[in-house]
């Protein structure tokens, strides 16, 4: 079962200054932490674009630009603005993400995490 990041925080550390509590501010979430070390790796990038040539494999860009087309026709060219269409798609975009692209895409992260550990 993959680790839940959403409860877990790391206080950053106080300024050796006249400061005694740490603000809410400056308190990262585990997850925040670990978005931090992924692009100063440079690993976000390469996740990013493992999902994006997965995601074209897959045919789900494809399907994301049937969809867009769709529903511009729908409610008629001059009647869709940008802001709208991707209220509409992005759920159906974010559904459409194949289980095993998501399976892959936890492993790396969860490999990565594993050898940045001490």
């Given at each position: 079962m993959p680790f839940d990041f959403s409860e877990a925080t790391v206080t950053s550390p106080v300024p050796d200054e006249?400061?005694?509590?740490a603000s809410e501010k400056d308190e990262l979430t585990l997850g925040e932490i670990i978005n931090i070390k992924l692009v100063e790796s440079g690993e976000k990038d390469n996740l990013?674009?493992?999902v994006r040539d997965?995601?074209?494999?897959?045919g789900r860009k494809d399907g994301m630009r049937?969809?867009?087309r769709e529903h511009v026709k729908k409610k008629g060219r001059k009647d869709?603005?940008?802001?709208?269409?991707?209220?509409v798609i992005t759920p159906k975009?974010?559904?459409?993400?194949?289980?095993?692209?998501?399976?892959e895409l936890l492993n790396r992260i969860q490999n990565f995490i594993g050898s940045a550990a001490p």
């Open positions: 006249d400061v005694t509590v990013m674009e493992l997965r995601l074209v494999e897959s049937v969809a867009c869709v603005a940008v802001d709208e269409l991707i209220r975009s974010r559904a459409s993400v194949p289980d095993a692209v998501k399976q």
